[in-house]
């Protein structure tokens, strides 16, 4: 046996060896993390809870589920079975009094908004009607902060954020959508936070979430509620339809869920073990999560962000189980093989061909709403077990896999094309680009940036 063969023999002896010990310790986590579900809920089927009154359960529900006050908002369905959402006023559709649509609610001079009050709750949990949250007060504070997923890969998406709550001693609490093909990841605080650093808190998970799930979108980032750091001029900011709805629990939906996605069979007895988040811990997660990142922007409002430290930042720490070499194809776009790559890196590599939305900021300055407007946009997609990225980013990947001691095989799949002959550029630059650097012909990928108040033609 050549002595190749036998380190070959031997390497594989010892990757076994590490899959076994690996499978291992999962089963040892798993064993673990059901120790640890059972010390924080000591038994969520115990007579005390299950004998919680009316009363009791309807004060721990607004204890956990607090916002405005003043106002919620209230489901409705039509003949055509559209639904939506719109905010609770005792003179809706009175004729005479409200002019709807003609006239918005927030205009009307007969508006007579209802407050989320004990009887409201009652009526939600009782099935007489369903609510939803306000959860931005008018102060910009919140005193919780909820994710949604809704993709086809929420479940796995959950897994990932809860793992992310988890790490940080974050106590969060998973309810299944009312359609089912989603959940909400709620995160409680002991006293009102302001909107911007629990989103920012929101942020950071997401970002520990995306290094376990590559997957996670970014759409994730504008699927946190509330949905805004300040309140928008003349709005309420985003609702979030309130968990426990009626009907829908009938199904095993709207409900609380364990890390199997099974309700849980006492919802009330493990609400009442759900754990607040201090505003001491919160801000030292921000902390370590601008630690990981290297990001020096601290708890800073949004109009002190400076425009560069906007965009999304990417860690330069060493990741571990990363291949020696990988394969890369140059073609339409630029294409890595995600299969050998740890997920901690793919998302790195996402957010290379991601940068931060100007239109969202602008939007958010100007305290306007932002809904449909998306905080980042990515430009990474997975297709067919590839990761693609635009043949722009090549320069920048190759610096993050060789900071990552990658060794890059590139193959070269592009058209050459077919020459034309005889043909001439007659045309010449406008006067405001005489003065501009000519373009290397001998470049054969070029990535063109161009100002936003910059002439389009040439």
Known sequence: MTGISRELQSIEVELAAIDQRKAELLDRQSQLAAQRQHSIIPSISAPDHSALTTLQKVELFINLFQGREDIYALRWENKQGRSGYSVACANEWQQGICNKPKVKCGECSHRAYLPLDKQAVYDHLSGKKTIGLYPLSTEDQCWLLAADFDKADWQQAVTAFRQACENWDISCATERSRSGNGAHVWIFFEQAIAAKDARRLGFALLDKAMEQHAGLSFESYDRLFPNQDTMPAGGFGNLIALPLQSLPRKSGNSAFINEHFQPYPDQWGYLASVLKVSAKHLYECLGRGSADNGSNVKHLPIADVKPWERSIPVAKAQISGCPEVLELVL???????????????????????????PVFFKTQALRFSTNGIPRFICLAEIEQGYLALPRGCLDEVAALLEEQSINVDMEDKRSSGQRLKDIKFLGSCAKTRRGLSPISVNMTSVCCRRPPLLEKRW
């Open 331 to 357: 073609a339409n776009k630029l294409y890595l093989p995600i299969a050998p790559l740890p997920q901690a890196l793919v998302a790195r590599i996402k957010r290379i061909a991601s940068f931060s939305n």
